[in-house]
């Protein structure tokens, strides 16, 4: 009887090939980095009468921002355009995303859409987001059977 040496490492290795080909077959590499590129992170807090939403985009100026509010959704996109830059002996290196973005953030209330108010300082967005009337004070009466 001959003996199998086993070999976990080199499966793994296998199995971590098969998994790239698989994934280069479904979704091309440019889209896989375009979509990857720059997702801004997102921060949502809740008071009685409103949410505020943060939004972590440093590096993009105000006009560069397309905010768009609807009674259920925030919609926020943009683009964090790249800086060109040479140099004649040496290697730069970015480690910086860039790219468009878009992040569509659902809202667990409603909200009243034409009294938003936004403010961009340091690189976060920062968006007041007041609720509809009849969510502020929304009392519901349970009957007990």
Do not use: C, W
Not at 52 to 81: W, Y
């Amino acid at each position: 009887m001959a003996l199998i040496r086993l070999e976990p490492f080199r499966e793994i290795d296998t199995i971590q090939r098969q998994m790239n080909r698989l994934l280069d077959e479904i979704m091309p590499k440019e889209v896989m980095y375009d979509r990857a590129s720059f997702i801004p992170a997102a921060e949502l807090e809740e008071t009685p009468e409103a949410f505020t939403l943060k939004l972590e985009v440093p590096g993009l100026n105000a006009e560069d921002l397309d905010i768009q509010v609807t009674a259920e959704s925030v919609s926020i996109a943009g683009e964090r355009r790249s800086e060109k830059t040479s140099e004649d002996n040496g290697v730069s290196r970015s480690e910086f995303r860039y790219g468009k973005f878009q992040r569509v953030i659902p809202l667990p209330n409603r909200v009243q859409n034409n009294h938003v108010e936004a403010e961009y300082k340091d690189g976060i967005l920062h968006l007041t987001l007041p609720k509809v009337e009849e969510e502020q004070h929304k009392v519901v009466k349970v009957k007990v059977g």
